[in-house]
């Protein structure tokens, strides 16, 4: 996937109910709620969390609910979308 010049890596994967939806970058990853963000803070992992999607088009425009504290570092904030969240991942 290529966003404003850059390369993500976008993925899928079925469960039996849903999908679990994660775009990764150089950096680290935004995912669908599915994910936790507590879990990226106990390994240091970048992660922006997003909700109410499903494709990893999706992902792109919807708002960040949670981030890790890696992810704050960098600048990612609560509020911002997906793909502005993976540009600052990149």
């Given at each position: 996937m290529n966003i404003e010049?850059?390369?993500?890596?976008?993925?899928?994967?079925?469960?039996?109910?849903?999908?679990?939806?994660?775009i990764t970058s150089e950096?680290?990853?935004?995912?669908?709620?599915?994910?936790?963000?507590?879990?990226?803070?106990?390994v240091g992992d970048v992660?922006?969390?997003?909700?109410?999607?499903?494709?990893?088009?999706?992902?792109?425009?919807?708002?960040?609910?949670?981030?890790?504290?890696?992810?704050?570092?960098?600048?990612?904030?609560?509020?911002?979308?997906?793909?502005?969240?993976?540009?600052?991942?990149?």
């Amino acid at each position: 996937m290529n966003i404003e010049g850059k390369e993500f890596k976008a993925h899928a994967i079925a469960t039996t109910n849903t999908n679990i939806l994660i775009i990764t970058s150089e950096k680290g990853f935004l995912a669908c709620g599915y994910i936790k963000a507590e879990v990226a803070n106990k390994v240091g992992d970048v992660c922006a969390i997003v909700t109410g999607v499903k494709s990893t088009d999706d992902l792109l425009v919807a708002n960040v609910i949670t981030v890790s504290e890696a992810a704050e570092k960098l600048g990612v904030k609560v509020g911002m979308t997906g793909k502005e969240a993976l540009l600052l991942m990149s």
